[in-house]
């Protein structure tokens, strides 16, 4: 299992004639972009909305993306420190942003937010929300492929109910295992119909573990399964972590691994 590497709150200076500008705006200078960890970006937000005018980049593996809808108009990235949420205002980023590939994200012009104790990369805000969304028309000139790491399938830690409470690890790809959902909800559909508007609507249920502790997971009428039925039995979950408001819980990446069976289950 990978470590999450201890958060570094010192770095060193930027390069002189580098980084200099004292407004939030994309100078697109690839030389002048210092790299640093997603931890440190993360670091910097202390304050519900801070702007970015630093020549800034991270780069980290995309762990998930809106393929099966679970993450509509968002990507979510992560390195040895950590993972971070990129909102943008574009669907389908399937298409062109696949999970296991590798992203560089020029910061300097973007902004960081504090969404309930979760932090989040967009646009400077132009309204009540911490982040926009990136401008769909922007979204190539902040986030890129990467060219020094080979796409590679997504490899997540295992968790366990008590362990997953650990700030470090929001917005990074997770499993838990041997684990089943609560008895009164399977058969259910994972988003119910709101009887007033007709409409899915989204909902956290609730995994449990052998010792028979909780975990809330959300799922959202946009996923492509939301009619879907909830399993029965125990198996594997993988999914990212998330935050809000002191709650942890689980938001599943990928439809075809929502539940894989134990075998001493079967």
């Known amino acids: 299992m990978r470590t999450i590497a201890r958060l570094f709150l010192s770095l060193a200076p930027l390069a002189a004639g580098c980084g200099t500008a004292t407004t939030p705006e994309y100078a697109g200078g690839e030389d002048c972009a210092q790299t640093v960890s997603i ?23 995309l762990v998930a993306n809106d393929f099966f809808g ?18 943008i205002d574009r669907n389908a980023l399937y298409k062109e942003f696949e999970t296991g590939y590798y992203l560089k994200i020029y910061c300097n012009g973007l902004a960081l ?12 805000p ?45 917005a990074t790809y997770v499993l838990f295992e041997r684990v089943g959902f609560a008895r009164e909800e399977i058969g259910e559909p994972f988003c119910p119909v709101d009887p007033e508007t007709g409409r899915r609507e989204a909902i956290d249920r609730h995994l449990v573990d052998l010792r028979g502790d909780t975990l809330h997971v959300r799922f959202e009428p946009t996923t492509l399964y939301a009619a879907e039925p909830i399993p029965e039995g125990r198996g594997t979950v993988c999914g990212i972590l998330d935050y809000f408001n002191g709650d942890y819980l689980l938001r599943i990446t990928n439809r075809e691994l929502l539940f894989d069976r134990d075998a001493e289950e079967r």
């Not at 932090?119 to 400077?124: D, F, M, R, T």
């Not at 926009?132 to 295992?158: C, N, Y």
């Open 39 to 61: 931890a440190y970006l993360k670091s910097l937000c202390r304050t519900g909305s801070v702007p970015i005018a630093r020549e800034l980049r991270i780069e980290g593996q």
């Open 70 to 87: 679970e993450f509509p108009r968002r990507l979510i990235i992560e390195d040895a420190t950590g993972g971070i949420e990129i909102l």
């Open 113 to 124: 937010g504090d969404y309930g104790g979760k932090i989040q990369l967009g646009a400077p």
């Open 126 to 170: 132009t309204d009540r929300y911490a982040v926009d969304r990136i401008a769909a028309s922007e979204l190539h000139r902040f986030v890129r492929h990467s060219d020094t790491h080979a796409a590679q399938a997504p490899r997540p830690d295992t968790l366990t109910f008590d362990t997953r409470r650990d700030p470090r690890r929001i």
